[in-house]
C-alpha cells in the first residue's frame, strides 16, 4: 500500500518523464527528413541513432552508480539539462557531423535520465507493485510519444528545426519540476559509498552481468530494443519512400502509436503481470512482435498501416517494463547499478538495431522489419527454454 506522498512522488514523476518523452518524442518524425535534407540516407540516419545510444551504453551505468552514491535526483537533473542542450544543439545544426555531435551530446548526459527513474521507482514501491511502477514509467513514455510526433509534424510547418528548440524547453521544463517538486527517493542510510569509477570497465561489467544469475533478463533487455529499434529507427523512411508520407503524416501515425503504447502500459501492464507474472507476458509480447512485424510489411494503404502497426505495438509494449520489473525483483545488487546495465544492454539494441536497419533499408524497405520479426521470434523461442518462475515466487 502506497502512502499519499509516494503516490505524489509517482505522479511527479510520470509528468517529468511525459515532458522529457514529448520532447524526444517530437525528434522522431523530423530526423529522417533532416537526414535526407542534408544529402544522406537510410545509413546515416542509422549511425546517428546509434552515436546516441552508443554514448549510453558507455554512461549509463556511471549514472546509475553516481545516483547509488549521491541520490537520484541531482541525477535527474543534469540527465535533464543534457538532453535540453543537446535538443538546443540539434536545432542549430545545419551539417551531418553538427548532428552527430548533438546527438553523442544527448547520449553522454541524457543517459542519466531513464536508469535513474526507474531507480527512483524502484525505490518508491514494493516488490508487489513494482510491475505497476514498471507499466507507469512506461506508459509515462507512451503519453509522451502520443503528444510528442503530432506536434512536432505541425512545428515541422514552419522549419525542421523548430520541433527541437521546442523539445529542448521542454526539457528545461521538466528540470524546473524536478527541482521544484520531486523529493529525494534514496535515504542517505541507503546509500553507497563506492566512489570510483571507471568508464574501461563497462565491457567488464557488462559481460559480468551477462553471466550473472540474471544475465538471461539483461539479454532480453538487448534482443527486445534490436528488435524495437528495427521499427521505429527507419520508421520515417519506411513512410516516405513507400507511401510517400511526410513529417506531418509519420507524427500523425506515431501519435497514435503512442496512444495504444499508453494504455497497454499504463493500463494492462500491471494488471497482466500480477495474474499470469512477468515471464508469461514477456512471452505473449515476444510473439506477438513477431507476427506484428510481419504484418506491417503486407500494409498497403492508410487503414492497414494503422491495424498492423497497432496491433504489433499492443504485443510489443509490455515487454521492456516487464524486463524490468523482473531485473529489479531479482537483482542481488543496487538498483541504480541493475537499472543502469539494463539501459545498458538496452542502449546496446539501440547500437546495433539502427546500423542494421539502415543498411538493410538501403537494400530493400522490407528488410528491417523482416529482421525485427527474426530476432522476436529467437527471443520467444529462448524464453520458452530460459525464462521460468522461481519456486519462491509462483506460490
Same mark, same amino acid.
Given at each position: ?28 518524425? =523530423? ?111 507512451? =503519453? ?152 506491417? =510489411? ?24 516487464? =524486463? ?72
Amino acid at each position: 500500500m502506497q502512502s499519499s506522498s509516494q503516490s505524489r512522488n509517482i505522479i511527479i514523476l510520470f509528468t517529468t518523464l511525459v515532458i522529457i518523452m514529448m520532447g524526444f518524442g517530437m525528434i522522431i518524425p =523530423v530526423l529522417p527528413f533532416l537526414i535526407e535534407a542534408f544529402g544522406a540516407s537510410g545509413q546515416e540516419l542509422g549511425f546517428v541513432m546509434a552515436i546516441y545510444a552508443l554514448m549510453q551504453l558507455i554512461f549509463s551505468p556511471m549514472w546509475g552508480q553516481i545516483s547509488d552514491r549521491i541520490g537520484r535526483r541531482p541525477v535527474l537533473m543534469i540527465g535533464l539539462l543534457g538532453n535540453g542542450l543537446s535538443m538546443l544543439f540539434m536545432g542549430l545544426a545545419n551539417s551531418l557531423w553538427m548532428l552527430f555531435a548533438a546527438r553523442a551530446m544527448a547520449g553522454l548526459l541524457a543517459s542519466a535520465t531513464l536508469p535513474t527513474s526507474y531507480a527512483y521507482m524502484s525505490d518508491s514501491t514494493s516488490e508487489e507493485d513494482r510491475g505497476r511502477g514498471m507499466g507507469i514509467l512506461g506508459a509515462a513514455m507512451g =503519453v509522451g510519444m502520443v503528444l510528442g510526433p503530432g506536434f512536432s509534424g505541425i512545428l515541422a510547418d514552419i522549419s525542421l528545426a523548430t520541433p527541437f528548440y521546442v523539445g529542448s524547453v521542454f526539457s528545461i521544463l521538466a528540470l524546473l519540476v524536478v527541482y521544484l517538486l520531486l523529493p529525494e527517493s534514496l535515504p542517505e542510510d541507503r546509500r553507497t559509498n563506492d566512489t570510483h569509477i571507471d568508464l574501461r570497465q563497462q565491457f567488464t561489467q557488462m559481460w559480468q552481468g551477462l553471466r550473472g544469475p540474471i544475465g538471461f533478463l539483461f539479454f532480453l533487455a538487448f534482443l527486445a530494443s534490436f528488435s524495437l529499434t528495427n521499427f521505429e529507427g527507419i520508421y520515417g523512411l519506411y513512410m516516405a519512400n513507400k507511401f510517400d508520407y511526410g513529417p506531418s503524416e509519420v507524427g500523425y501515425t506515431l501519435t497514435f502509436i503512442g496512444i495504444i503504447s499508453a494504455a497497454v502500459q499504463g493500463g494492462l501492464t500491471g494488471p497482466a503481470t500480477k495474474r499470469w507474472g512477468e515471464e508469461k507476458v514477456i512471452k505473449a509480447s515476444m510473439i506477438g512482435s513477431t507476427v506484428g512485424f510481419v504484418l506491417m =510489411v503486407l500494409a498497403f494503404n492508410t487503414t492497414t498501416i494503422l491495424l498492423t502497426v497497432g496491433f504489433f505495438v499492443f504485443s510489443n509494449a509490455m515487454i521492456r517494463p516487464g =524486463v524490468a520489473s523482473l531485473i529489479s525483483k531479482r537483482t542481488e545488487s543496487g538498483q541504480g547499478i541493475s537499472m543502469g546495465l539494463n539501459n545498458s544492454f538496452m542502449s546496446l539494441g539501440r547500437i546495433i538495431g539502427p546500423v542494421l536497419a539502415g543498411f538493410l533499408f538501403d537494400l530493400n524497405i522490407s528488410l528491417p522489419y523482416l529482421s525485427g520479426a527474426s530476432a522476436s521470434l529467437i527471443g520467444f523461442i529462448l524464453c520458452l527454454a530460459l525464462l521460468r518462475t522461481p519456486k519462491a515466487e509462483s506460490t
